[in-house]
Nanobody
Framework: VQLQASGGGLVQAGGSLRLSCAAS????????MAWFRQTPGKEREFVAH????????FYAEFVKGRFRISIDNSKNTMYLQMNSVKPGDTAVYYC???????????WGHGTQVTVSS
């Protein structure tokens, strides 16, 4: 499985951005895909995950009500719609997919999101 994240960039606080994660290869229907983020000197943190059929989603508390995760299986692509962004959302955002061990085995290279105040 290969994952390619895109859509990052510079956005003003209060604005919106949509990240995409294009997947190639097979991801089991009962496995999850997710977004994580990382800033320099800090550990990578979970942002949100979604089941392959889109029926189950879960968000970290700090993005609830602002970000929305979705998936388009016809395009093998996962999205993260980021609204009302804050400077604290500045990070490299990574997409990930579960493998046979049901842990996040597959990772994209990340896309930089910078929120200016």
């Amino acid at each position: 499985v290969q994952l390619q994240a895109s859509g990052g960039g510079l956005v003003q606080a209060g604005g919106s951005l949509r990240l995409s994660c294009a997947a190639s290869g097979h991801i089991a229907s009962n496995h999850f895909m997710a977004w994580f983020r990382q800033t320099p000197g800090k550990e990578r943190e979970f942002v949100a995950h979604i089941s392959r059929n889109g029926g189950t989603v879960f968000y970290a508390e700090f993005v609830k009500g602002r970000f929305r995760i979705s998936i388009d299986n016809s395009k093998n692509t996962m999205y993260l719609q980021m609204n009302s962004v804050k400077p604290g959302d500045t990070a490299v955002y990574y997409c990930a997919a579960m493998g046979g061990s049901r842990s996040y085995e597959y990772w994209g290279h990340g896309t930089q999101v910078t929120v200016s105040s």
